[in-house]
């Protein structure tokens, strides 16, 4: 290779080929999990591993325009994954969580996903 672009658009290219693969392999287990007799932490845990790693296959977009982007689009897009990870962390807890759940999605902006998860340990004690 010619330069250090070309060398590692080359190893991108031979070693990522089953990133699709694993990426809905993730977004199955994501999808299916669910808190059972785990504690709020040890289910909630379990969920962050499978957003860090789906992460690291599917960064979020950065904005490039020049002069720099005024929509906000990509703004929306992270707060609406959050809100994703809020619902699908919600989704999974157990019945007795039911009036947390309501509580929580009936709030008006939602919270972040740290002070969610702060709110179901508390009622879980």
Same mark, same amino acid.
């Given at each position: 290779?010619?330069?250090?672009?070309?060398?590692?658009?080359?190893?991108?290219?031979?070693?990522?080929?089953? *990133?699709? %693969?694993?990426?809905?392999?993730?977004?199955q287990e994501m999808t299916s999990i669910? @808190?059972?007799?785990?504690?709020?932490? $040890?289910?909630?845990?379990?969920?962050?591993?499978?957003?860090?790693?789906?992460?690291?296959?599917?960064?979020?977009?950065?904005?490039?325009?020049?002069?720099?982007?005024?929509? *906000?689009? %990509?703004?929306?897009?992270?707060?609406?994954?959050?809100?994703?990870?809020?619902? @699908?962390?919600?989704?999974?807890?157990? $019945?007795?969580?039911?009036?947390?759940?309501?509580?929580?999605?009936?709030?008006?902006?939602?919270?972040?996903?740290?002070?969610?998860?702060?709110?179901?340990?508390?009622?879980?004690?």
């Amino acid at each position: 290779m010619d330069n250090a672009r070309d060398s590692w658009k080359d190893l991108k290219s031979r070693y990522s080929q089953g *990133d699709m %693969l694993r990426i809905s392999e993730l977004q199955q287990e994501m999808t299916s999990i669910k @808190q059972g007799d785990k504690k709020i932490t $040890d289910y909630f845990t379990k969920l962050r591993i499978i957003w860090v790693e789906l992460e690291s296959y599917r960064p979020d977009p950065t904005c490039s325009c020049d002069p720099k982007c005024v929509c *906000d689009a %990509l703004t929306s897009m992270i707060e609406r994954k959050q809100q994703n990870r809020i619902m @699908q962390f919600l989704r999974g807890l157990n $019945d007795q969580f039911n009036t947390v759940r309501s509580n929580v999605l009936m709030m008006d902006p939602l919270s972040n996903i740290a002070k969610v998860f702060s709110y179901v340990v508390q009622q879980e004690r």
